[in-house]
């Protein structure tokens, strides 16, 4: 079975400073694909970022970027210069060998002016 | 490009109902996807279509569960006989074609049932 774990059910961050969301996963798939979506309050979800596994080379998309450590099974997400805008859920996914994706809890985030 | 949208939005039901939810799709994605989200978790996988054609289900599709993507374009998730435990937010996703494409979520319907 696959699995996703965000140990983080809360995290918060003042403006314009960084932040690290954590996510680890188990799966036996060789062949997988990891994302970071959003969720802000009463809005859809929508994807920050996403990381093929065969790539070594950790995604970027502006101020996210994540830490791939394929090794570890670890896959965190950080958010610099953090704005109001970024608070959300964040949810931690993993899909691999199915259509489907597999949901961490998520990690809520809070942004303090 | 309009995005996924979910109709209604909100469903309050009395158990033993049965409830009908609504998702239209990015037009020009073949595939769609349910999931349900029960509070402070995060979704979980249901069912999935290639077209018309449902691909895949969950074991937590119970036979209560039904659902349909009779044309290849909206799709309808029924529930027979409610119960408490079915309450939760379903949520609709859609994508082009690929296994490896960005899935784009609608708003979602929550159900509460009574």
């Known amino acids: 079975a696959q699995t996703v774990t965000q140990s983080q059910p809360e995290m918060s961050v003042q403006e314009a400073e960084t932040v690290t969301l954590s996510c680890t996963y188990d799966t036996s798939e060789s062949d997988y694909y990891l994302f970071w979506y959003k969720q802000p309050p009463s809005r859809q979800m929508i994807l920050v970022i996403r990381?093929?596994?065969?790539?070594?080379q950790n995604a970027t998309e502006n101020r996210f970027s994540v830490n791939f450590q394929k090794a570890a099974k670890s896959f965190s997400l950080k958010i610099s210069d953090s704005q109001l805008g970024d608070a959300a859920m964040y949810f931690c996914i993993l899909q691999g060998g199915s259509e489907k994706l597999v949901f961490g809890k998520g990690t809520k985030l809070t942004v303090n002016p | 490009d309009t995005g996924v949208s979910q109709d209604p939005r909100h469903k309050i039901t009395k158990r033993g109902q049965n409830v009908t939810f609504r998702c239209d799709p990015i037009s020009e994605h073949n595939r769609l996807y349910w999931y349900r989200q029960t509070l402070g978790q995060g979704p979980e996988f249901l069912t999935y279509f290639q077209n018309e054609a449902q691909l895949e289900k969950s074991r937590l599709l119970s036979d209560r569960f039904s659902a349909e993507r009779p044309k290849g374009s909206f799709s309808t998730l029924e529930i027979q006989r409610t119960e408490q435990g079915d309450s939760a937010m379903y949520l609709c996703?859609?994508?082009?074609?690929?296994?490896?494409?960005?899935?784009?979520f609608g708003p979602g319907t929550r159900l509460t049932v009574l």
């Open positions: 990381q093929e596994a065969y790539k070594q």
């Open positions: 996703a859609s994508c082009v074609g690929g296994s490896t494409d960005t899935q784009y």
